[in-house]
């Protein structure tokens, strides 16, 4: 495996190659602007500032890490204890105002502590972001911290701005890292004024690796609640090769405000997951109770990580470490007893884990970074090179031929072109909507009786024949089927009725939903489809018959288009379908009395657009209560159906004087044997057949849906022109190299802007000669 500083060297001469092509390319969409989509320019604009920021880090050959976290998850106190002395702020103070960077130093010499102080400006931008956030909602403590930052900056305003005159800040070399520790408690903690004026503190030390140059930013709480600490925090993650994110051990949860600074961590880095370069450290791992909550609680932590390798998901207790190994400050020794730290630790089964953070951020820094350094720079170069492929797309077309010689000055469409085009666009458009009137547009009230196109009303006949069909050849409605469904383990004369009735409409109700959804809307689709190709045709001809007009007017792959007519009609239907089918076959005449009054307001709707024949069975509430139409006839037996498939009503009447209707009797009785449910069944499928052709097709709105993807199609194709340009490019084209000989134009050449052209198609060249580099 490569080391870090062979990969660093061949990444960082791909990079550079790669970023010559990033520069011609922003450079020629500046010139053809109009040309390539926004998005498209955008997007390489946003790559060429990721690309960039990632040379400056090669350059640099730097390794930057973020540490992030809430407000006192700790940070301060990690990094502390990977010092071995207590010098950042951190414990009970609030005092991480700043965004504080711990840079490695590669000898005692080179040490140094800055501080930089925000200026008079920046502190009255800090006041106004507080009382923004104070005005909003805030927690007890976030208001309470803030009121109290704001408050204090007011009453110290006058030697706040004391240090806002220091412009080069403050600097102090050291040789060993005590030496400043008093600068900085003073700066910190002993003078308010100074804490609150503080923007950044930088401390070079030799306790990071002297080897690297590592840079550990300790960055503010991004949940502060002041927009200035949440865009230091922000612009520390877009530098950002690693990230330690200090997380409290006894709280395994990710709340909003992480999940957002996650979010910009992962999206600024597209290329590489959170998880390939995060440390997640959980602190405080002392504070659990015991070996059993500890290991619940890490498993807790590991579910809201999963995709975070477990040695990468350390406990530590900083304090513990301080207090044994390094120079803890005399507030922690007075609240912390070694021995106490000791002792718990060993109950919990763990040890201070700073060490073996140590050890794994070093691996990772020596190893692992390699391999994530390479996904990253393949990433940015993919996403250039498909960036130059896309624009070389666009542009080529346009401008390929002139960089090849192919066309000359005198080879040019002139200013005539577009003057012939308007006026023979405005013939076109006005003979389409002609012949559109006439040809295809249905009549006022499209969905009524005899208002379709002969297309659509072939479609309403297709329908009739394919429910015909659907319901007369049901799997559930042949004879030897019902009698299985009826028995259900029982013999055929000690069966329940009751049960048997419900069992066999359960199985029709099922086959015929299915039969519904997956069959009934092809014939609809193709009828209307037949319309489709006639409007395409005819723009083929008023085009001159010119190559892909049929595949730039549909805009798609036929087959999707297809399939959502398909779905339209699917869903038209089902919408009335799906309720017919539960009003007549769902439940037994004497158990509908529920229905009824759920689905009131759809069955007043189909008895609404009822065209049927018989005016009296346009009452479908009462048929549906009764078993009856309005006038009381008996019903008739389903329509379709084959003597040998299934009972008919009569024969099922005869043979079951029972079941005569008495004239005062108004509702039919349950029946009481298989013949009797049968013949039930069947006088509801036929009811059903009849509200299916002459009220669902009309209250679906096929027709009205037809005339819309018509529409849709017809305004396209004048759409596609006045808004787009679109036939005026397909034209030029074919009369500029002569692919159309029907297109009734004579190219009068022109010097019209060529020169301008030959030199964006050079520059075209030349970013194709780059792009041939970029690996």
Same mark, same amino acid.
């Given at each position: 495996m490569a080391t870090w500083l062979e990969t660093c060297q061949q990444q960082l001469a791909r990079l550079e190659i790669t970023s010559v092509l990033a520069d011609k390319l922003v450079t020629l969409c500046n010139k053809t602007g109009e040309d390539i989509a926004p998005e498209l320019v955008q997007k390489l604009n946003t790559e060429h500032m990721r690309l960039n920021r990632q040379l400056e880090r090669l350059h640099a050959n730097r390794f930057e890490v973020a540490v992030i976290g809430l407000e006192k998850a700790g940070k301060s106190a990690l990094l502390n204890a990977w010092l071995g002395q207590e010098i950042l702020p951190s414990a009970r103070e609030r005092c991480t105002f700043t965004s504080t960077e711990i840079w490695s130093a590669q000898t005692e010499q080179d040490q140094l502590l800055f501080i930089q102080y925000y200026s008079k400006e920046e502190i009255s931008k800090l006041q106004q972001q507080r009382k923004e956030a104070l005005a909003g909602t805030l927690s007890d403590k976030e208001r309470k911290e803030i009121l109290e930052d704001f408050e204090d900056t007011e009453k110290n305003l006058n030697a706040i701005y004391e240090f806002t005159k220091l412009k080069n800040g403050f600097s102090q070399n050291f040789l060993d890292i005590s030496e400043i520790n008093e600068q900085l408690q003073s700066a910190i903690f002993k003078n308010r004024a100074q804490s609150l004026a503080i923007k950044r503190i930088q401390l070079k030390t030799v306790r990071l690796r002297s080897d690297r140059d590592i840079i550990f930013h300790d960055v503010p709480g991004f949940n502060s609640g002041i927009q200035m600490h949440s865009e230091q925090a922000i612009d520390r993650l877009k530098g950002c090769d690693a990230i330690i994110y200090a997380k409290e =051990?006894?709280?395994? %949860?990710?709340?909003?405000?992480?999940?957002?600074?996650?979010?910009?961590?992962?999206?600024?880095?597209?290329?590489?997951?959170?998880?390939?370069?995060?440390?997640?450290?959980?602190?405080?791992?002392?504070?659990?109770?015991?070996?059993?909550?500890?290991? $619940?609680?890490?498993?807790?932590?590991?579910?809201?990580?999963?995709?975070?390798?477990?040695? +990468? =998901?350390?406990?530590?207790?900083?304090? !513990?470490? &301080?207090?044994?190994?390094?120079?803890?400050?005399?507030?922690?020794?007075?609240?912390?007893? %070694?021995?106490?730290?000791?002792?718990?630790?060993k109950k919990l089964g763990i040890t201070d884990g700073i060490l073996v953070l140590k050890d794994t951020v070093n691996n990772y820094i020596d190893h692992e970074?390699?391999?994530? &350094?390479?996904?990253?720079?393949?990433?940015?170069?993919?996403?250039?090179?498909?960036?130059? %492929?896309?624009?070389?797309?666009?542009?080529?077309?346009?401008?390929?031929?002139? !960089? #090849?010689?192919? *066309?000359?000055?005198?080879? &040019?469409?002139?200013?005539?072109? #577009?003057?012939?085009?308007?006026?023979?666009?405005? @013939?076109?458009?006005?003979?389409?909507?002609?012949?559109? !009137? $006439?040809?295809?547009?249905?009549?006022?009230?499209?969905d009524a009786v005899g208002a379709e196109h002969q297309e659509l009303a072939a479609l309403h006949t297709a329908y009739d024949q394919k429910i015909d069909d659907l319901l007369t050849n049901l799997t559930a409605g042949q004879t030897d089927e019902l009698k299985r469904i009826y028995t259900a383990?029982?013999?055929?004369? =000690?069966?329940?009725? +009751?049960?048997?009735?419900?069992?066999?409409?359960?199985?029709?109700?099922?086959?015929?939903?299915?039969?519904?959804?997956?069959?009934?809307?092809?014939?609809?689709?193709?009828?209307?489809?037949? &319309? *489709?190709?006639?409007?395409?045709?005819?723009?083929?001809?008023?085009?001159?018959?010119?190559?892909?007009?049929?595949?730039?007017?549909?805009?798609?792959?036929?087959? *999707?288009?297809?399939? @959502?007519?398909?779905?339209?009609f699917q869903v038209l239907f089902l919408r009335f379908g799906r309720v017919a089918v539960e009003a007549f076959i769902a439940k037994p005449l004497q158990a509908r009395e529920r229905l009824l009054n759920e689905r009131s307001a759809e069955i007043k709707t189909l008895e609404a657009f009822y065209q049927g024949a018989d005016p009296n069975k346009q009452d479908v509430t009462h048929y549906l209560r009764y078993g009856l139409w309005a006038n009381k006839a008996p019903i008739p037996s389903a329509a379709g159906k084959t003597a040998k498939t299934t009972v008919k009503q009569d024969a099922a009447t005869e043979s079951n004087p029972a079941r005569k209707i008495p004239e005062e009797q108004e509702k039919l009785p349950e029946p009481n044997n298989f013949e009797q449910v049968v013949e039930e069944i069947n006088g509801d499928l036929a009811a059903l057949k009849e509200y299916l052709k002459n009220s669902v097709f009309y209250a679906a709105g096929f027709v009205t849906y037809c005339n819309q993807e018509l529409e849709r199609i017809r305004n396209r194709f004048k759409e596609m022109e006045d808004n787009d340009r679109q036939w005026i490019g397909l034209i030029r084209t074919a009369v500029k190299y002569e692919r159309n000989p029907n297109i009734p134009y004579n190219i009068a050449h022109s010097r019209r802007d060529f020169r301008m052209r030959r030199e964006i198609a050079l520059e075209i060249k030349e970013v194709r000669e780059s792009y041939a580099q970029v690996h």
């Amino acid at each position: 495996m490569a080391t870090w500083l062979e990969t660093c060297q061949q990444q960082l001469a791909r990079l550079e190659i790669t970023s010559v092509l990033a520069d011609k390319l922003v450079t020629l969409c500046n010139k053809t602007g109009e040309d390539i989509a926004p998005e498209l320019v955008q997007k390489l604009n946003t790559e060429h500032m990721r690309l960039n920021r990632q040379l400056e880090r090669l350059h640099a050959n730097r390794f930057e890490v973020a540490v992030i976290g809430l407000e006192k998850a700790g940070k301060s106190a990690l990094l502390n204890a990977w010092l071995g002395q207590e010098i950042l702020p951190s414990a009970r103070e609030r005092c991480t105002f700043t965004s504080t960077e711990i840079w490695s130093a590669q000898t005692e010499q080179d040490q140094l502590l800055f501080i930089q102080y925000y200026s008079k400006e920046e502190i009255s931008k800090l006041q106004q972001q507080r009382k923004e956030a104070l005005a909003g909602t805030l927690s007890d403590k976030e208001r309470k911290e803030i009121l109290e930052d704001f408050e204090d900056t007011e009453k110290n305003l006058n030697a706040i701005y004391e240090f806002t005159k220091l412009k080069n800040g403050f600097s102090q070399n050291f040789l060993d890292i005590s030496e400043i520790n008093e600068q900085l408690q003073s700066a910190i903690f002993k003078n308010r004024a100074q804490s609150l004026a503080i923007k950044r503190i930088q401390l070079k030390t030799v306790r990071l690796r002297s080897d690297r140059d590592i840079i550990f930013h300790d960055v503010p709480g991004f949940n502060s609640g002041i927009q200035m600490h949440s865009e230091q925090a922000i612009d520390r993650l877009k530098g950002c090769d690693a990230i330690i994110y200090a997380k409290e =051990m006894k709280q395994p %949860s990710i709340t909003g405000p992480e999940k957002e600074i996650l979010v910009i961590a992962d999206s600024e880095d597209p290329g590489i997951k959170v998880s390939d370069k995060i440390f997640v450290v959980l602190t405080q791992a002392d504070a659990l109770d015991d070996q059993i909550d500890f290991k $619940e609680t890490l498993a807790k932590h590991k579910n809201y990580w999963p995709a975070v390798p477990e040695r +990468r =998901m350390i406990p530590v207790c900083a304090r !513990a470490h &301080l207090v044994e190994f390094g120079i803890p400050s005399e507030d922690t020794l007075r609240r912390t007893k %070694s021995a106490d730290d000791k002792l718990k630790l060993k109950k919990l089964g763990i040890t201070d884990g700073i060490l073996v953070l140590k050890d794994t951020v070093n691996n990772y820094i020596d190893h692992e970074r390699v391999g994530v &350094l390479q996904k990253r720079c393949d990433v940015l170069v993919n996403n250039i090179r498909q960036y130059a %492929s896309d624009i070389i797309g666009k542009l080529e077309p346009v401008y390929g031929a002139i !960089a #090849n010689g192919d *066309i000359e000055e005198d080879d &040019l469409l002139g200013s005539g072109f #577009n003057q012939w085009w308007g006026r023979e666009w405005q @013939r076109i458009k006005k003979d389409f909507d002609v012949w559109y !009137a $006439e040809s295809i547009q249905g009549r006022k009230e499209a969905d009524a009786v005899g208002a379709e196109h002969q297309e659509l009303a072939a479609l309403h006949t297709a329908y009739d024949q394919k429910i015909d069909d659907l319901l007369t050849n049901l799997t559930a409605g042949q004879t030897d089927e019902l009698k299985r469904i009826y028995t259900a383990g029982r013999t055929i004369s =000690m069966p329940d009725p +009751r049960e048997g009735n419900y069992k066999i409409r359960e199985e029709l109700f099922r086959e015929i939903q299915q039969k519904f959804e997956t069959e009934l809307t092809d014939q609809l689709a193709q009828s209307l489809q037949v &319309l *489709i190709d006639q409007i395409v045709q005819k723009t083929q001809t008023l085009l001159w018959e010119t190559d892909d007009v049929r595949k730039t007017l549909l805009n798609a792959d036929e087959s *999707i288009e297809q399939a @959502r007519i398909r779905h339209g009609f699917q869903v038209l239907f089902l919408r009335f379908g799906r309720v017919a089918v539960e009003a007549f076959i769902a439940k037994p005449l004497q158990a509908r009395e529920r229905l009824l009054n759920e689905r009131s307001a759809e069955i007043k709707t189909l008895e609404a657009f009822y065209q049927g024949a018989d005016p009296n069975k346009q009452d479908v509430t009462h048929y549906l209560r009764y078993g009856l139409w309005a006038n009381k006839a008996p019903i008739p037996s389903a329509a379709g159906k084959t003597a040998k498939t299934t009972v008919k009503q009569d024969a099922a009447t005869e043979s079951n004087p029972a079941r005569k209707i008495p004239e005062e009797q108004e509702k039919l009785p349950e029946p009481n044997n298989f013949e009797q449910v049968v013949e039930e069944i069947n006088g509801d499928l036929a009811a059903l057949k009849e509200y299916l052709k002459n009220s669902v097709f009309y209250a679906a709105g096929f027709v009205t849906y037809c005339n819309q993807e018509l529409e849709r199609i017809r305004n396209r194709f004048k759409e596609m022109e006045d808004n787009d340009r679109q036939w005026i490019g397909l034209i030029r084209t074919a009369v500029k190299y002569e692919r159309n000989p029907n297109i009734p134009y004579n190219i009068a050449h022109s010097r019209r802007d060529f020169r301008m052209r030959r030199e964006i198609a050079l520059e075209i060249k030349e970013v194709r000669e780059s792009y041939a580099q970029v690996h």
